[in-house]
C-alpha cells in the first residue's frame, strides 16, 4: 500500500491513512477537485462517509462491499454533496449535515447536528464543530485519537493557506476567522492532523504561525 501523503487527485488512486483504530480513506472526485473520506473502525467495521461530493461511482468502489451507516456532509455548498442520492439509494446510508445548512441541501437531512453533538463511527466518536463563515452551518469533525494525535476534517472552512472562501463578505469573513481560531487552534495542538475539502492536508501547527496574516489581509 502506498505511504499515505494526503496527495489525491482526480481519476488517481485513494490513499488510506491507518491509525490504531480508524482507517481514513481519502479520494479526490470532480468537477472540483473535491475530497471524500471514508473513515471505518477497525473494531467493528462499521463505515462512514464525508462528503458525497461527486462521481458517485467512484465513491461506492471506495465504500465497497461493507456499505456505509452514514454520510456526513461539511456544508450545503453543491459540490459537496452532487453524488448524496445515488450513494444514500445505493446504500441506505442516513443523512447528517449542520442544522443552519440542512434546508440548502437537495437530499434530505435525517439527522441535523449542532456544536458539540457527536456521530459515532462504530465504536469510535467524531466531535462536530460547529465553524460559521464559509456558509452558515459549516461544520467540521474531530476524531481525538487516543493513541496520537487528533484528526480534524474541515470541509472548506480551513485548508492549507488560509480559511475557507467568504466572497469578501467581511462579517462572514470575521465570523469564521473568529471560530476557527477559538474553536480549532486554541483547543487543539499542533500535530493535530487537518483534512480539509478540496487539495492537501496540512497540520495546525503547519498553519498557526500564519493567523495573524490571514486576519489581516481579510482572506
Not at 31 to 57: F, G, K
Not at 142 to 166: C, E, I, M, R
Request: charged share 20%; net charge negative; proline share 5%.
Amino acid at each position: 500500500m502506498t505511504e499515505y501523503n494526503g496527495n489525491v487527485h482526480v481519476g488517481g488512486s485513494a490513499q488510506t491513512h491507518e491509525l490504531a483504530k480508524l482507517m481514513i480513506t481519502k479520494v479526490a472526485v470532480g468537477p472540483m477537485n473535491n475530497n471524500a473520506y471514508l473513515l471505518r473502525c477497525r473494531l467493528t467495521d462499521e463505515q462512514v462517509l464525508i462528503d458525497a461530493a461527486n462521481d458517485a461511482h467512484t465513491l461506492l468502489n471506495v465504500i465497497g462491499a461493507g456499505g456505509i451507516g452514514q454520510v456526513i456532509t461539511t456544508h450545503r455548498h453543491g459540490d459537496h454533496w452532487q453524488a448524496l442520492a445515488e450513494v444514500v439509494a445505493k446504500t441506505g446510508a442516513t443523512t447528517v449535515a449542520g442544522r443552519f445548512d440542512a434546508e440548502g441541501i437537495d437530499v434530505p437531512t435525517d439527522v441535523m447536528v449542532d456544536d458539540g453533538d457527536t456521530v459515532q463511527v462504530g465504536e469510535l466518536t467524531l466531535q462536530v464543530i460547529h465553524l460559521k463563515g464559509h456558509t452558515p452551518g459549516s461544520i467540521a469533525l474531530l476524531y481525538d485519537d487516543p493513541t496520537g494525535p487528533p484528526h480534524l476534517f474541515t470541509g472548506d472552512s480551513l485548508f492549507p493557506g488560509g480559511v475557507g472562501n467568504t466572497r469578501g463578505d467581511a462579517k462572514n469573513f470575521e465570523s469564521l476567522i473568529n471560530d476557527v481560531e477559538t474553536q480549532l487552534f486554541a483547543r487543539l495542538p499542533d500535530e493535530t492532523w487537518v483534512y480539509p475539502g478540496h487539495g492537501a492536508d496540512t497540520t495546525l501547527g503547519t498553519e498557526r504561525p500564519s493567523l495573524p496574516e490571514w486576519r489581516s489581509r481579510g482572506w
